[in-house]
Structure formats: C-alpha cells, structure tokens
C-alpha cells in the first residue's frame, strides 16, 4: 500500500529540518513553527512550514520578521517591499499588521522529492536571512565579517 502524499511530506519536512540542526515545534494541525534568531542577527524569524489550499495540495513557507526591527511608516514598508520584490525571487516580501511577512509556495498535489524540498527550503531560509539583514542595514557588515572570516580561515600557513 502507498504512503499517503501528506504523510510523506511530513516525515520528509521532519528530516529536513533535523538534517539542518533546526529545533521546531508541531502545532495541532500539523504545521511545522520554528523561530531563528542569534546574537548577530537583531531580527527573529517566525517560521511555519505547513500544507495550504482546498486538499491542502499546496506546501507554504511563511516567515514573520519580528524583533529589534526600524519603525517604518506603511508606505515605507511597502516601498520596501516592492523593491525586493521587484529584484528578488523568493520570498516574497509583503506588510501586515506591522510586519513585514515573506512567503513562497510549492504545489504539493502529485508529490515533493526530499532534494526539491530540500533545495527550496535552503533558498527561502537564505533569502530571508538576507531580507532581515538588509531591513536592519547590517548586511554590508555581516558580509564584510563573513569575508574577513573566510579569507582568514583560507590562508596557507
């Protein structure tokens, strides 16, 4: 007997998370809830991962940037927005309520291969990283960190 597409994708979501060392929580429904944060980081990220439409054929990562964040007016925040938007694939930046949200959505109907998923996964948690680096305008100075770091680390001795 075939595994059912929604119990596949729930243990396939629970390997990813456990391969990358992510500690989550599941809620009643199922959804997967995950908050990132660090010192070098001022903002939090609020994740959920969870399945989304009429047959809950779509599979949804949604992040919530929260935390030491600029005020902005609303129409900064949509300024803001729309430029990512405007230059970036994924997630896709939108403010509600005073947060800004990003999203990104996989049609999970015939089924999600776990390197798909994983591969999905890896380019929305990076690109929100970098969302929440650039709204607190401390990327240029975690890249230059990272730079230094990497640079130092390739030296022959």
């Known amino acids: 007997?075939?595994?059912?597409?929604?119990?596949?994708?729930?243990?396939?979501?629970?390997?990813?998370?456990q391969k990358l060392e992510l500690r989550y929580t599941i809620d009643e429904d199922g959804d997967f809830q995950l908050i990132l944060s660090g010192e070098e980081l001022q903002v939090r990220l609020r994740?959920?991962?969870l399945r989304d439409g009429l047959?809950?054929?779509?599979?949804?990562?949604?992040?919530?940037?929260?935390?030491?964040?600029?005020l902005y007016s609303?129409?900064?925040?949509?300024?803001i927005a729309n430029q990512w938007n405007a230059l970036?694939?994924?997630?896709?930046?939108?403010?509600?309520?005073?947060?800004?949200y990003g999203d990104f959505h996989i049609d999970?109907?015939?089924?999600?291969?776990?390197a798909l998923l994983e591969l999905n996964f890896k380019h929305f948690l990076g690109a929100s990283l970098q969302f929440a680096l650039?709204?607190?305008?401390?990327?240029?100075?975690?890249?230059?960190?990272?730079?230094?770091?990497?640079?130092?680390?390739?030296?022959?001795?």
């Open 134 to 157: 650039q709204i607190t305008g401390t990327e240029e100075a975690i890249l230059k960190q990272l730079l230094q770091r990497l640079s130092g680390e390739s030296r022959l001795n």
């Open 55 to 70: 047959m809950q054929e779509v599979l949804a990562f949604i992040v919530r940037f929260e935390g030491d964040l600029p």
């Open 47 to 49: 994740l959920l991962i």
């Open 108 to 114: 999970a109907e015939t089924d999600i291969p776990q």
């Open 88 to 100: 970036r694939r994924w997630p896709r930046i939108f403010w509600r309520n005073g947060y800004f």
């Open 1 to 17: 007997m075939k595994t059912p597409i929604g119990t596949r994708l729930q243990r396939r979501i629970k390997r990813l998370l």
């Open 74 to 79: 609303e129409a900064e925040a949509l300024y």
